[in-house]
């Protein structure tokens, strides 16, 4: 856990309160902040209503001494740095742009405008954590609902390999355990909550019932659910595949078959997991089954504050959520084909872009290294590990705290920010728009290079 | 009869995408009109010349040397005619192919023959992920012809397979035949976990034991004559090796799935004897 968020920052007299502000750390996209702006210090020093991972966020984002852009290592103006970045991706044949979870969605939708300028391949961080329910979403399609209808409604909630007490805290709270809904008067005393995972975690303690399975074993215990729930036979020595015995799935099955409105959320416990998609596919299928005896939905619990968005954005503007390709000048979908972490361990980009994400930190070794090998373009609040790398870097304001725009939660909906103070830095739309214009007068002239 | 026969002289630095290298492009060709033929290189349109030396005339067999393991789509769409490549290849060899015959000398990565509806491809090496499997969102893979990898694959070889066979000499990975509506999945040595998840109809046929999903069920053991069928037409096309008696004339045990789906299809075990 960060430190700052155990410290709450000294105050000046300089303050400012910025009611309904917008929490975009994680998914959960808390929009009832209120927000205490020191503006002689730039910084936010209180934020009520805030989880820990909020404080931290909140308190943690101040005004850095870092120059706005660096050209190899030296400063530059930005107007040089978007000058590089334009000819960069102009003169690549595989350029790609990864990232895009933790801007607003603005933004994203210049950076596809690029991609499809320069026939180039665009992914997101959906890629590396829920992309796997993005694709069974399209292979069994989906029973969903907003977290607004499942706190009115929902008396069965089950949590599937996630740990929300520490990842999104205030998930419980906020939108589906404790609150009072409309036909859940009581709150948490109307709801059966249930949790699936393969260990204890601090989110234990809130289920009414925890299921522990074998590491490895969601699916076929996920399989075995949907057999019980068609009335189908299922092998006896399920208790030996899975640890978790048949009358704890029987009760599970009743449970589910008997419930007013049940949600199923999961976590990436079992999308990146052995199986990923598939594991994603069988919930969405579950609960598609159960829809013969009652009102059941599925939704995965996302991350990053914006990656939603990022599914949204991409995929009204070129059909398909992550993982496309438009170097024939139309989109093309194939996740292991086009998803970054594929494509640069193949040694295929040629140029990246790479917006609010550090895959240099976090991607497999091979991937990094021809990362490492190409020129690339970054844009972060922070240094970080890729910006280290990058060719072309620039500082941007933080999306949220000092700048507004759109942000979709992880069920859709979308969400208004309402910025806290100024930054000197420019927004990641206003550099990508710099960036996209510059690309566009450098290609015109030019025959396009491959017709649409 | 005359071949054509490309060389690869330039390696692309980003992965080529040569749908024209197929007979169903090549075929009646001068070797200029080879040379001028387009293909993909990123998002760049190049000629087949500035990559492939070209010497003959525009055959319906086609011969490739070269580590082609950036270059896809080769065969694309052929229905006739026959392409040997002596080296690797990339992605989405053999797609939308009918008919004919490729054959590869060496490794191929993923998507072996995607929308495949008949003839037959040949790789002797090993090959990745979705071999003969349908593209992401599309209900069905391949709907007829024959793939035969002689070493192991990955992930997911038949996604949803309508029709055909496949036929693995090596080990498989996980979620083999998964959603398949119909066809044949012979695997000759390991296969992964959750194989034949929500199958509806079809056969798979594992030399060695693996596990079951509890979502099947032991049905017998029993001596398949269909498979001394077609196993024999196997050891005809370089399986003699790992095909023996015993898998001629052993017993398979049958289960039968997926619960969850039609409970058409059939998973069938060597028992060792």
Known sequence: ?452 | MSTTLLHLHTQPEVPLEAETLSPASIAGLSELGIEHLQVMHGNVRAKMGDFFKVTGKGTRDIHVEGDLSKVKMIGAGMSEGRVFVEGNVGMHIGIGMSGGEILVKGDATDWVGPEMSGGRITIEGNAGHMVGSAFRGQSTGITGGEIFIHGSVKNEVGNSMRRGLIAIGGDAGDFTAVSMRAGTVIVMGKVGVRTGAGMVRGTVVCFEEGSILPSFEYSCRYQPLFLRLYLIRLQEHGFGEKIMDKHLNGKYKRYSGDGVELNRGEILLFSGQ
């Not at chain 1, 008396?155 to 205030?170: C, K, Q, T």
């Not at chain 1, 409105?261 to 994603?280: A, P």
């Not at chain 1, 361990?345 to 994400?357: F, H, K, N, P, Q």
Request: charged share 25%; net charge neutral.
């Open chain 1, 1 to 452: 856990m960060p430190q700052a968020s155990k410290t709450r920052p000294k105050e000046s007299k300089n303050l400012k309160i910025v009611k309904d502000a917008t929490c975009t750390f994680c998914g959960c996209v808390c929009d009832d902040m209120e927000l205490t702006v020191d503006l002689d210090e730039h910084r936010i020093t209180k934020a009520k209503n805030a989880c820990v991972l909020g404080r931290a966020w909140f308190y943690e984002h101040t005004l850095e001494d870092r120059p706005v852009v660096l050209i190899d290592g030296k400063e530059a103006t930005l107007e040089e740095g978007m000058d590089e970045a334009a000819q960069i991706l102009v003169d690549a044949k595989f350029p790609i742009t990864y990232g895009l979870s933790d801007c607003p969605c603005e933004a994203q939708r210049v950076a596809v405008d690029i991609m499809d300028t320069i026939n180039g391949n665009i992914d997101t961080t959906t890629s590396v954590c829920h992309g796997p329910s993005g694709m069974a979403f399209q292979g069994v399609g989906e029973s969903t609902a907003t977290l607004g209808e499942i706190k009115n409604r929902a008396d069965l909630v089950i949590y599937w390999g996630g740990n929300p007490a520490e990842s999104h805290p205030r998930h419980f709270t906020r939108y589906a355990v404790t609150p009072k809904g409309m036909f859940i008067p009581n709150g948490k005393k109307d709801r059966t909550v249930v949790l699936i995972d393969v260990r204890k975690t601090p989110s234990t303690p809130v289920a009414d019932i925890f299921v522990q399975v074998k590491p490895g074993k969601d699916f076929e215990l996920l399989w075995a659910l949907r057999a019980l729930v068609k009335g189908k036979k299922i092998s006896e020595d399920i208790e030996e595949q899975t640890g978790v015995s048949r009358e704890i799935l029987d009760d599970l099955v009743q449970r589910m078959k008997n419930c007013q409105f049940g949600v199923l959320f999961m976590g990436m416990g079992l999308t990146m997991t052995r199986g990923r998609h598939f594991n994603s596919g069988a919930v969405y299928s579950l609960a598609a089954d159960l829809n013969e005896f009652t009102h059941f939905v599925a939704k995965p619990v996302r991350g990053h504050g914006n990656v939603t968005g990022a599914d949204n954005v991409v995929a009204w503007q070129t059909g398909y959520p992550f993982g496309v390709n438009f170097n024939r000048g139309y989109p093309r979908f194939n996740p292991g084909e086009f998803t970054t972490s594929d494509v640069l361990a193949r040694g295929e980009a040629d140029a990246a872009m790479i917006v609010a994400s550090d895959p240099a930190s976090n991607f497999a070794k091979k991937a990094i290294a021809h990362l490492e090998k190409i020129p690339v373009i970054s844009m972060d609040v922070k240094e970080t590990h890729t910006t280290r790398l990058s060719r072309v870097r620039f500082a941007v304001a933080t999306y949220g705290i000092n700048t507004g725009g759109t942000v979709y939660r992880m069920d859709d909906v979308p969400i208004s920010l309402r910025p806290a103070f100024d930054s000197p830095f420019p927004t990641d739309q206003e550099v990508l728009e710099g960036i996209c214009q510059r690309v566009k007068k450098l290609l015109s002239g030019k025959k396009a290079r491959v017709a649409a």
